[in-house]
């Protein structure tokens, strides 16, 4: 955390990102937030994450978090897929 910054957590970020799709496809993207990187090895992450969404969401929402496995590399080969098409 660097002081004098405006920051907010991973649960914010992910909910207000959500927040800024029309209710049709937030719904959708709740069921396949995916977590990559080396910090998705975390022990507990995809559970936390879960948790926190649920309550950030609106009532009756499903929250599904995928953990990717590859690991650091995870965001590269996602992008490096995305990116062939």
């Given at each position: 955390m660097m002081v004098g910054t405006n920051q907010i957590d991973i649960v914010k970020a992910i909910a207000r990102t959500l927040d800024t799709c029309p209710a049709s496809v937030a719904s959708q993207l709740r069921k396949n937030i995916i977590v990559v990187g080396g910090g998705s090895k975390i022990p507990g992450l995809a559970e936390r994450l879960t948790r926190d969404l649920i309550s950030e969401s609106p009532t009756g929402s499903t929250i599904k978090i995928y953990v990717g496995k590859?690991?650091?590399?995870?965001?590269?080969?996602?992008?490096?897929?995305?990116?062939?098409?």
């Open positions: 590859g690991g650091s590399e995870g965001a590269f080969l996602g992008m490096q897929y995305i990116a062939k098409y």
